[in-house]
């Protein structure tokens, strides 16, 4: 840009330095001067002529006086021509003064030359005439007479040729002598003679005024007037002429320099000419490499394309069908694949000549709509008949970015079988959610079974217990007493106070007493513990009925309340294998609303596979934590057993899955699942084998009220 | 050698040596021209030829330097040079005319009294449209005078009143002078003061007791004519202009020169074309002196002459009015009572005499000249063969000036 900008400012100063030196060095002025030179030439010779002329005259060579006053005209128009066409040299000064020297001059000498025809003809005239009669007076007188007269007409002649003072005397003598003499004015010869001298003085008069126009016409300086003025031309002409020269040489200066800049320029031009073709043939190389590339990619594509099932074809913004891919030509109508490019939309726009299509209309106004950029695509289903069948086609018509391949894309693929498809995987789906209900009953039936189980082992080992504890009750003892009171019934006191086994008695009586005392209060205990796991029991059965209408009744209790709980349903098994149990609860456990009986049996369960994956090692320890985090309060057990492999880890609250060997897999599943439900969670974490796990139960502190499924599983 | 290579040119050149050098040759001219063929380079060779009086040697051509001296055969070599250079294209002519020429050459002859020859070298044209406008009465303010009117082709180109009628019958103070052969006077008007008759030809449209109009009046009507319109666009290519309608009719008036008048077939050898009184008449034209003033192609109106030369004419004279001749133009005491000496072609048809048309008869305006001009009287015979001398000079009008 730059340098084309610099090269156009060369291109223009030079232009305009070599348009005003071409403006200077014009030759304005040679043709000017030529004329000017034809002008006083014309008036030279005219003046010239007219000197001719009069001296002709003067000299008798001339008798008439139409050539002088034809060269007067020359010279008149010879003077008016010169100074109506000074030219350029008008605004001279010196010129112009000269010119109106050269006028005044000119008329001058044309008002001479006028007053000179004047008297030259009188005089001319008067001379003959004085001749004529002097002769006649000659011949007509005696020899006295004859010699005044001679005397006169050669004085008067000599007077006329030299117009000298002394010549003048002498022929004003000559007349006084003459016309002293009377006999020449006698009447027959008074008229003549009085004629003669008339002419004589006529000559006197007008001879000298006619050489004095003479002499100042002859000596008007008109010749040397515009030889100067000529001199004074050529000088400014010549000056003209210097400076169109410097001009010139100017003009071939820059010429000659830009001529220079051209050549330079041709030759970078050339230069960069170069370059660019060699960039040119590499840009070609690689223009043919692009193509190849891009040949390759379109046969790449158009494979591709026309491996699709589906029917695709481009269409411009007429609708002419400009690519179609194999599926298309080889399904759609031969007609509207042709090399004519027909017209997809006429074709879908006309059902009645393609009855096959049901809904061509529908087609052709989103392929309209998208065509007109309603919207960026636009799908609908076709529906087509065919001889055997009836197919249904998803028609996607998506709109290109501009570009000269086309400006839609009409994807057609056929969805008959994915219809039918759809219709069995319902079917199968319906078929699937009976059997996920059945399953779910049944997994329901396990959890509750499961759980009812766990509790019922607790109440088999309390009544165990019972059992034990009624079979060593001192009852029986007590029974032995009685009926030894019963056989001494009738010497009751001397029993008492004789007998040794009476003297026995009361404090065996204090002492059984005692015991069964004992043994009441532990079996009140122990009955205690079983109606609270029967309850649990029952609870547990209405919350799985509840289940089915209603969640468990919201309580709002301490979750480490609901951890000792826990602890204390487990307890014996604990203690058998014993387990030691660290708790270690958070000081700001907030009381929260929870389903007590849920969360209860997730921490049973959660306690129960700790206190298994616990039992096996020594110094079993099961470490409890409840602690707060934000919105919820978290729940964590954690033991030093077995641990979780990394890869049970992923699957560990999947339905059915399990480690023991007696386990059924639903345990942490359904606890996972109830977690959930509460708008909490479960997680679990494990270092790996033999590291310890440890779960987590987060509960929300502020439960949101989830909608239940209503419907029973 | 030198004037031979002048001759070499000059034979070369359309302009004949032998032409020119009988008629200026006496004396020798300082300097000659010459002009090559066609005119292109014309070489001031006056300077030339003498190469040896030092003489500056101003060329034209504009390539060799101002003020060098340059030897005759240089130019020779030079002129091509000039003519490749072409710096300087020269004049085209010579400033004379073939025909003027050759009438220069006509003249040189004893005779006082040159016979007329036919005007050449006039546009046919311009003398048509100028015709048509000498005849159209529209040049005067109230369409009643036309340039005809005054200068009548059948009273001898004038209007054989003692003094000129204009519009409204208004009178002037001057004779009107014929304007057959007007073109061969130096002047124009009695009093010779305007030069030529494009210069006239206004003159009489402008004077309020002539035509009393104005160039606007005339091109406005003129301009209403669509035949004189398409004349004057065929013939000038321009609409009409005052300079043009001056042009046509100064063109027309050019061509009336009467030949063929029986002097001249005397002049040109024919003794009998004229009777013998009429020859003796001419004799006495000259001897009396007549031809000091009447002389050359037109027998006057080449000079200004004094009326009254040897006599006074005026005092005897009541209705004298304004004599004071070419005084009135160019108040020179010299030129008091100076008129333009008329011609006297065709002076049979044009009485009355003098400017103011003071005599009425040929034969009393050839005394009254005798007297006051020559200082003689004439007798009633010498009367007569001048007059019948002076009707020779009558010359044929022609049909196509009417």
Known sequence: MNRLLIHSAVLAI?????????????????????????????????????????????????????????????????????????????????????????????ESKLTQSSDFKASHSIVKNSLAAFSTIARRLQNSNNDEQKSLITDLESCGLRFYTSGYNVDELAFRNAIDAIMADEALFADHQKRSTSLLLRHSYKLIELRNDMQQSLQSLVQTTVRQTTEQLKERVSILYHHNRERQAGYRIGLIAVSLLLFAYCVVQAFWVYKYARALQNSNQELEKRVEERTADLRDSKEFFQTVLD???????????????????????????????????????????????????????????????????????????????????????????????????????????????????????????????????????????????????????????????????????????????????????????????????????PSLLTQLSSNLDEENKYLAEEVTTIAKNIDHIKEIVSMHQSFVKKRGVMETINPIDLVEDALRINEASLNRHQVAIVRNYGSSVPVIPMARHEVLQILVNLIKNAKQAAAETSEACIQLIVSREDDFVTIEVRDNGIGIPEHHLQKIFCYGFTTKDDGNGFGLHSSANAAREFGGSLSAHSEGEGTGATFKLRLPTKPETKEVDATPV | MSYGFALLLQSASEVSAQAICPQIALPLPQSLDAMLIGGWVYVDLGTVWMPDNGLKYQNSLGLLLPTQRIQGLTVLF????????????????????????????????????????????????????????????????????SCASCHDMNKGGAD????????????????????????????????????????????????????????????????????????????????????????????????????????????????????????SGY???????????????????????????????????????????RFVVTERTEDMHRYKVPSLRNVDLTAPYFHDGRTETLADAIREMALYQLGTELSDTEVQELEMFLKSLTGKIKSDWL
């Open chain 1, 307 to 505: 491996s699709i099932h589906a029917q695709v074809c481009v269409l411009d913004e007429t609708g002419n069908i400009i690519e179609a891919n194999a599926a298309f030509k080889r399904i759609e109508s031969p007609s509207h694949t042709g090399d004519a490019s027909p017209n997809y939309l006429e074709y879908c726009n006309a059902p009645e000549q393609n009855q096959s299509i049901a809904n061509g209309k529908v087609l052709g106004k989103e392929i309209r709509a998208v065509l007109n950029a309603d919207k960026p695509y636009g799908t609908c289903e076709l529906n087509e008949f065919h001889i055997e069948e009836s197919r249904t086609y998803q028609v996607n018509v998506t709109r290109l970015p501009e570009s000269s391949l086309g400006r839609v894309v009409v994807a057609k693929s056929n969805i008959t079988d994915r219809i039918v498809a759809e219709k069995e995987r319902e079917q199968l789906h319906k078929e699937l959610q009976d059997a996920a209900r059945q399953a779910g009953m049944a997994e329901v039936a396990a959890g509750v079974l499961h759980n009812v189980g766990n509790v019922l082992n607790s109440v088999n080992v309390s009544s165990t217990v019972l059992r034990d504890r009624i079979d060593s009750s001192p009852v029986k003892q007590l029974v032995r007493a009685a009926d030894v009171i019963q056989g001494q019934s009738d010497q009751l006191s001397e029993f008492f106070a004789s007998d040794p086994r009476g003297e026995h008695f």
């Open chain 2, 283 to 325: 004799a006495l034209f000259r001897e009396i002196g007549c031809t000091s003033c009447h002389q050359g192609r037109a027998v006057g109106g080449n000079m200004f002459q004094k009326f009254g030369v040897m006599a006074t004419p005026l005092s005897d004279h009541p209705d004298a009015v304004s004599d004071e001749g």
């Open chain 1, 14 to 106: 030079a232009l305009i330095v070599l348009i005003g030196l071409f403006i200077g060095s014009t030759d304005n002025s040679s043709r000017a001067y030529s004329e000017f030179e034809r002008r006083i030439r014309s008036l030279e010779h005219a003046n010239l002529n007219l000197d001719s002329s009069v001296l002709a005259l003067r000299l008798g060579i001339q008798h008439n006086y139409d050539q002088l006053t034809f060269h007067e005209t020359e010279l008149q128009n010879s003077l008016n021509d010169l100074e109506a066409n000074l030219g350029i040299w008008h605004e001279n000064p010196g010129v112009n003064q000269l010119a109106t020297i050269l006028q005044k001059l000119g």
């Open chain 2, 78 to 145: 030079l002129l091509p040079l000039g003519l490749i250079f072409g710096c300087t294209p020269a004049a085209t002519d010579s400033g004379l005319s073939l025909q003027q020429q050759s009438r220069f050459v006509a003249t040189v002859t004893k005779q006082p009294i040159a016979p007329l020859t036919e005007p050449m070298g006039l546009t046919q044209a311009k003398v048509a449209l100028g015709k048509v406008l000498f005849y159209d009465a529209r040049l005067s303010h109230d369409n009643s005078v």
């Open chain 2, 160 to 279: 054989g009143l003692r003094t000129a009628v204009g519009i409204g019958g208004q009178v002037g103070q001057k004779n009107t002078p014929t304007v057959l052969n007007s073109s061969l006077s130096l002047a124009q008007f009695w009093d010779g003061r305007v030069r030529t008759l494009e210069e006239q030809a206004s003159g009489p449209i402008h004077n309020p007791i002539e035509m009393g109009s104005d160039w606007e009046e005339v091109v406005h009507k003129l301009k209403r004519d669509a035949k004189l319109v398409a004349q004057f666009h065929s013939t000038y290519r321009s609409s009409i202009k005052p300079e043009l309608i001056v042009d046509a009719i100064a063109t027309f008036e050019r061509s009336l020169i009467t030949t063929d008048s029986p002097f001249d077939h005397y002049l040109r050898g024919d003794e009998s074309a004229i009777p013998p009184q009429a020859i």
